[in-house]
């Protein structure tokens, strides 16, 4: 391999399991922050003997330049809209819309679609942060458990928070991999809605049998008892969908019709990430009622959104850094050799990496930015697109959810669940929701689709 950054394969090999190893022990065992613990280890790489230096640093600068590059206003955008919709009460008139649409007597339905629609924008703990007293008023008022009534909802934004655009972490992996954002949201919430029914599926059967009491200390805090003025549902919905069609038309148009057509012409602009998602901010802005409010949406607001925004931005850098010096390597052609001769399909090289990232860290980005770091090198040897490669990694980094997570202890200690019947609950959605989204992913990888 000319002008490698490496020769010889099976000290690249040894030397990349190191570093995954070393990634993953400093953020499981030693706490490190995962920019330290993802910038340490690739840095050693460069220590490895036989390392072409200038080869070495070259990659890194390359491939964070090339990652952050046309995903960075993006994250901080959806970041903006995120923070808008936690303020402005978009998360509640989402959840009551969809409870008035599917009925009371289907609420662990209406919350699971809540939680599909709601984890497209938001971090998927926030959200739980906010239902949870309306989760326990509807277990109480319907007389059920909560493994019941939250179950499916927290499945369901675990879901859409991993696999599609704009949450920071599909994003992320997108802009690794190079995969094409609008068709990541087609077919991620494809995906993503098949993995949600699962989970509520799963909800129904195993929920009753899961000893797991609402509390009633949490009457009269919900959104619908504090009587908090809400925005209407078209203005609740409008900043999260608006942006997602206008990206997902964009496409559409370019995969279907004549790059001369006007529809592409107005699109390329219109449906340009940047552009829509700054759409978005504006549509968030509509919401706002008061001047004081305003005042928080140009400065608290957005200053919280930049800092949430990076420490994703950095990271998604750091993951481009690894592929690309991964590239340099002998080692792409030998693992995707050692794949192919398995006779596994390839597809479930990035879902396992997505798995083994989620389930040794605890978190669903980094699983997600790992499979997308170390599968993007290897896409052409492997006969896999990036889109393929994306979904499948995100739908692994959603499984499964337990004690080394933080969203599932939020959960767990917000709805006040034993130890043995969150981890049934949540760690079982996390699991059935991986998995069927993934077998969803496979068929559309199948027939052609990505």
């Known amino acids: 391999m000319e002008n490698a950054i490496l020769q010889n394969p099976a000290v690249t090999l040894i030397a990349f399991a190191a570093v995954i ?9 030693t706490k490190w922050h995962v920019f330290l613990a993802l910038l340490v280890p690739i840095l050693l790489f460069g220590l490895v003997p036989g390392v072409n230096l200038e080869l070495f640093i070259k990659a890194f600068e390359t491939g964070f330049g090339k990652t952050v590059q046309g995903i960075a206003i993006v994250i901080v955008l959806g970041s903006i809209i995120a923070e808008a919709l936690k303020h402005t009460g978009g998360v509640e008139k989402i959840t009551l819309t969809m409870i008035q649409w599917v009925g009371e007597k289907r609420m662990p ?18 959200g739980y942060v906010i239902l949870n007293p309306l989760v326990h008023g509807a277990a109480i008022a319907a007389g059920t458990n909560m493994s019941v009534m939250a179950t499916g909802l927290v499945g369901a934004m675990q879901l859409t ?7 920071p972490g599909p994003l992320a992996a997108a802009a690794v991999v190079g995969a094409d954002i609008g068709t990541i949201i087609v077919y991620g919430c494809i995906a993503t809605f098949v993995g949600s029914i699962a989970g509520y599926i799963y909800s ?37 969908l608006v942006p997602l069609i206008l990206i997902a038309l964009q496409s559409v148009f370019k995969n279907t019709l004549a790059p001369e057509h ?3 012409t107005i699109f390329a602009y219109i449906g340009w990430p940047v552009v829509a998602m700054l759409i978005g901010v504006a549509l968030c802005y509509l919401n706002v009622k008061d001047e004081e409010t305003k005042k928080k949406f140009f400065n608290p607001w957005i200053e919280d959104a930049l800092r949430t925004s990076a420490m994703i931005i950095v990271v998604t850098g750091l993951g481009g850094s690894l592929s690309e010096i991964l590239k340099g390597t002998p080692a792409v052609d030998t ?14 090289l990035p879902f396992v990496l997505g798995v083994v990232g989620n389930m040794i860290t605890g978190s669903t980005t980094v699983g997600v930015i790992t ?14 697109s ?43 959605v996390t699991f059935v929701g991986g998995v069927f989204s993934m077998i969803a992913v496979y068929i559309m990888w199948l027939i052609g689709l990505i």
């Open 161 to 167: 928070h991993a696999m599609v655009p704009p949450t």
């Open 386 to 428: 990036a889109e393929a490669a994306m979904l499948a990694g995100a739908a692994g980094s959603v499984i499964i959810k337990y004690v080394n997570s933080s969203y599932f202890w939020v959960c767990t200690s917000l709805s006040r669940m034993e130890l043995r019947s969150a981890l049934i609950s949540y760690g079982g």
């Open 262 to 264: 006007v529809l592409n």
């Open 109 to 126: 339905l209406a919350l699971t679609l809540s939680g599909f629609v709601i984890g497209i924008a938001i971090f998927s703990d926030i």
């Open 204 to 240: 129904k059967i195993v929920g009753p049998k899961v000893p797991s009491p609402p509390s009633k200390e949490f009457l009269g805090t919900s959104f619908v008892e504090t009587g908090r003025e809400l925005p209407s549902t078209p203005r609740a919905y409008a900043p999260i």
């Open 21 to 29: 190893v070393l990634l993953f022990w400093l953020i499981a065992k």
């Open 371 to 384: 499979a997308a770091s170390l599968t993007a090198p290897m896409l052409g040897t492997l006969g896999l």
């Open 335 to 348: 693992i995707a050799a050692s794949v192919a001769a398995s006779g596994i399909p390839s597809i479930f």
